[in-house]
């Protein structure tokens, strides 16, 4: 088994959007069964309630609440 923490960013998934539009630069995907990427989902969400998107903020923290620590 490979040990993934020397790889640094690299293209792990291919994702496609909904819509049909390009990604551009590519999007991040984070599971939310990892400890680390809910870290990140929880600062994402705290950044988008303070830009107005509260119902985006809380339907990542009800997802979220559904994992222990």
Known sequence: MSDSRNK???G???VERNDGK???????????GDAN???????FA????EDGY?????????KLATYTR
């Open 54 to 62: 509260g119902s985006l903020a809380d339907d990542l923290g009800k």
């Open 22 to 32: 390009p990604l551009n630069d590519g999007c991040i995907v984070l599971e939310w």
């Open 12 to 14: 792990k998934y291919h």
């Open 8 to 10: 640094g960013l690299y």
């Open 37 to 43: 990427a809910r870290k990140g989902i929880e600062a």
């Open 46 to 49: 705290r950044a988008v309630r």
